[in-house]
T-cell receptor
Framework: GQQLNQSPQSMFIQEGEDVSMNCTSSSIFNTWLWYKQDPGEGPVLLIALYKAGELTSNGRLTAQFGITRKDSFLNISASIPSDVGIYFCAGQIGDNRKLIWGLGTSLAVNP | DGGITQSPKYLFRKEGQNVTLSCEQNLNHDAMYWYRQDPGQGLRLIYYSQIVNDFQKGDIAEGYSVSREKKESFPLTVTSAQKNPTAFYLC???????????????FGAGSRLTVL
């Protein structure tokens, strides 16, 4: 089946550093979603992207829908301890109502 | 506040017992989903339902069953046929209008099932 390659798998950074993670696929997507999951909780939507080239911000978070429609990245600026968690990308291909999920990027922030 | 409620949050069961996880939403969403999450494996789709009285198998449906008798409710039964049921289970819902925002899933807080 279709797959999303999400990288890096994990990151350990110092508070205040910027973070970048991305998802790539061999398939063309028409929607990219970025979620954050805190330990023991359900994922929460951070940013939704619907057009190739779209760049969207949500506070310190910025995400872009790649021009080729096969990739997306998420940047976090000036990280803080509450950024800790697992970040997932998810995408939709065509009219398929099932989202395809990356395996997540686990972020740890050292105060 | 609108949202999705999953219960129980934690559940312990003996091997061989069926268990049912509850999922209720008051978002007026048409579609509902059940995912299983294991460490390092991301989210895997068990079952989904686009409309009342209809549901489809996801990628890992074996050993699970669902029903969708009401728009608000989508319970998941983990049967004794599921070989490795210990996991974190997530329920989600989605509006199915034509708006682009309709692709977004809203998740519940999850239910952690441990089989002893």
């Amino acid at each position: 089946g279709q797959q999303l390659n999400q990288s890096p798998q994990s990151m350990f950074i110092q508070e205040g550093e910027d973070v970048s993670m991305n998802c790539t696929s061999s398939s063309i997507f028409n929607t990219w979603l970025w979620y954050k999951q805190d330990p023991g909780e359900g994922p929460v939507l951070l940013i939704a992207l619907y057009k190739a080239g779209e760049l969207t911000s949500n506070g310190r978070l910025t995400a872009q829908f790649g021009i080729t429609r096969k990739d997306s990245f998420l940047n976090i600026s000036a990280s803080i301890p509450s950024d800790v968690g697992i970040y997932f990308c998810a995408g939709q291909i065509g009219d398929n109502r099932k989202l395809i999920w990356g395996l997540g990027t686990s972020l740890a922030v050292n105060p | 506040d609108g949202g999705i409620t999953q219960s129980p949050k934690y559940l312990f069961r003996k091997e061989g017992q069926n268990v049912t996880l509850s999922c209720e939403q008051n978002l007026n969403h048409d579609a509902m989903y059940w995912y299983r999450q294991d460490p390092g494996q991301g989210l895997r789709l068990i079952y989904y339902s686009q409309i009342v009285n209809d549901f489809q198998k996801g990628d890992i449906a074996e050993g699970y069953s669902v029903s969708r008798e009401k728009k608000e409710s989508f319970p998941l039964t983990v049967t004794s046929a599921q070989k490795n049921p210990t996991a974190f289970y997530l329920c989600a819902s989605r509006a199915t209008s034509g708006l682009s925002g309709a692709n977004v899933l809203t998740f519940g807080a999850g239910s952690r099932l441990t089989v002893l």
